[in-house]
């Protein structure tokens, strides 16, 4: 029962996390998460072939946010199939720095 308690308690929270992040009025009203983003125990961009897990700071940029900015979105948009690991490390990840 304790543990039934906890799950729905973690649901609730992030109900309200969602609702809220979406209605305030500092984010400049609703945001969608990127089509690609697979949420649950372990988040997964959808658009990676294989498994990748998006960095935290990944995660709220592109994946909760501005998801259009995102080297892998607008890669496989590109490109039509999946990113590889050799075109995230040659391409896209040191794209990102040579930007900043």
Not at 64 to 91: A, W
Request: glycine share 12%.
């Amino acid at each position: 029962m304790t543990l039934l308690m906890g799950m729905l308690w973690v649901k609730l929270k992030r109900i309200i996390f969602f609702w809220h992040g979406n209605h305030s009025g500092e984010r400049g009203g609703i945001h969608m998460s990127c089509p690609y983003f697979e949420e649950g125990k372990r988040n997964l961009c959808g658009a990676f072939q294989g498994l990748f897990h998006p960095s935290i700071y990944e995660e709220q940029r592109f994946c909760r946010g501005e998801f259009q900015e995102c080297g892998i979105y607008q890669k496989y948009r590109q490109t039509d199939s999946k990113v590889s690991r050799e075109q995230y490390l040659n391409e896209i990840y040191q794209g990102q720095f040579q930007q900043s």
